[in-house]
């Protein structure tokens, strides 16, 4: 049986206690209604059949016999449940209060929501409280998202592909036309809208040929199926768009964007679009970045580009979400003072203040390209006058493809925590994000999805977990990777405690023992070409792409620093700045993104960078043996399915690892001549 698979965080497991139905559930008032009102009591009636296998009484006026109310909070008296209105001035449009309270003489629970994505959110919650257990008594609860914008962006392309997907073929296309399958577009906006993700774009960043038209009226009418799907669920939807489309599907001669014609047909354009989606988000663009159109054909700069678009789409209050991953990819490895690190903040950051305000600049985590790690880019902070949204990747292209074990929120929460110090102390990543340290109009956190039509949506089983990471961190960064696991772990699994520790165990440790098999020290890359699975430790290191570890026999690492190297540390404010740039100070487990080395270096730790090397390839095997054996102690906790589908990936992903050990010790071994002073196998 696939269910347990497919429901992912939604089980809705059975609840054996017809006391609490009694208590609480029996009997519904949904005072408020709307069409997100709407799928709020289709998802009740789904959980509390499957949970306690009987539906509630529904009704929209509150009764003697109510025991659950929904509303907003304009459609209550709040006074008759000793609320006091003054508390939703402090929440935001999507916060809400779950209060237990009296109707009558009976005890009842009050979902309200400020909008009736609240109410959304806050059923959500309660039902997450009762698959985990917890007390449903004087509930006394105060929600606010955090992040305005909580976006997630597909790379599905219209062929059914995705790039960088590993979870399977899209859920959105086929065969180069929009699915039929509206149902499973339903069931991913479920999910998403369950941990509170409120955008979405719908297709991929590189916007080939046949996607091009679907800002078309051949497709339009199918993305805005899509479209009132998504918004059910309080999701709105974006489409990537090319910046070369009034050539490629209107009929001018040029997209500069300064041009008049240019203007003219955007703005048509865009009219067009909001005639299918009267709310639609808006644009996301990837332009003059790995060889796509964009403003720099015509002389002109981002802003420009950016802009053209940006006033297209100011009436009907849609915005344009402009990636800042740009860089030449086309270097000659020989070239050393281009640095790929330095090209986002080289290109954007003296645009600052150029842009609309409906404009948002979406800037990758790290100054590379997401790998296991990367310093924090320093655009964040520098960017004082420009809305912006920090851009994650739940797919795990460098990081074991949904074949290895990866939980991502850890390092999220790294990025978040992150001082920038751009206003002095305090000047963290996450009150860059969430609007709050320039007073920025719009703002969140955008992230590329995980999923495909694999039946567990993700690949990896435990890969769910990053999307419910992902949405559960985003909605409150000051949550603990623990405590998101924890919670992951029993809504997807149940609540026996030898599964919850010993998934929790696997979950929490799983990054660094990827870490630790593949390129530790912050150098990152070393991975197959292309594909970007498994060991090549020069793979890229002759190509154009400027990602180099700059291995020879006496040292490795890139030297970014002020006085010999690219100058890179020189984005970041002081104290990083002189912290990264110093040998003394720069944190071991960024210094060879940092510096050169010899191999003998003595790291902060005592070892040396070679035996560092060694050390930890042979540990990564020995730690994925280890989440083999914690993961083989539930077998008869867990599902056969569910059990096996992760098995087999642990399996996997132990090939990958000792391949990984194989390959790098063995070439590090030859290139520096230094044995392993422990004297293990190198081949
Ligand atoms: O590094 C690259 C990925 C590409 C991706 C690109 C991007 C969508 O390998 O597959 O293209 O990042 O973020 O635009």
Known sequence: ???EAYNCWLQYRKVDN????????????AVSNSLIIQSVIQELELAFHSMYGKGPDISQQIHEQTTLILATYQDIKLADYGLNGDI????????????????????AILLIGKTDKGVLYATHHLLRLIQTGETLKELNILESPRNKI???NQWDNMNGSIERGYAGKSIFYENNKITSNMERIKDYARLLSSVGVNAISINNVNVWKVETNLITNVLLPDVAKIADILRAYGIKTFLSINFASPIEIGDLTTADPLDNDVKQWWKQKVEEIYRYIPDFGGFVVKADSEHRPGPFSYNRNHADGANLLGEALQPFNGIVIWRCFVYNCMQDWRDRSTDRARAAYDHFKPLDGHFLDNVILQIKNGPMDFQVREPVSPLFGALESTNQVLEFQITQEYLGQQRDLCYLVPMWKEVLEFDTYSKGAGSTVKTIVDGSLFSSKISGIASVSNIGNDVNWTGHTLAQANLFGYGRLIWNPDLAAEEISREWIQLTFGNDETVIEQINHMLLDSWGIYENYTTPLGIGWMVNPNHHYGPNVDGYEYSRWGTYHFADRDGIGVDRTMETGT????QYFSPNKEMFNSLDTCPDELLLFFHHVPYTHTLKSGETVIQHYYNSHFKGVEQVEELIARWILLEDKIDSYRFHNVLERLKMQLKNAKEWRDQVNTYFYRKSGIPDEKNRKIY
Not at 18 to 29: E, G, H, I, P, T
Not at 88 to 107: A, L, M, P, R
Request: no cysteine; aromatic share 14%; proline share 0%.
């Open 1 to 3: 049986d696939v269910k």
């Open 18 to 29: 017809d006391k609490l139905f009694q208590l609480y559930f029996k009997s519904v008032a």
């Open 88 to 107: 939703f001035q402090e929440i935001n449009d999507e916060g809400y209060v779950i209060k237990s309270s009296k109707n009558g003489d009976k005890e």
């Open 150 to 152: 909580r976006m997630i």
């Open 567 to 570: 100058g890179y540390t020189g």
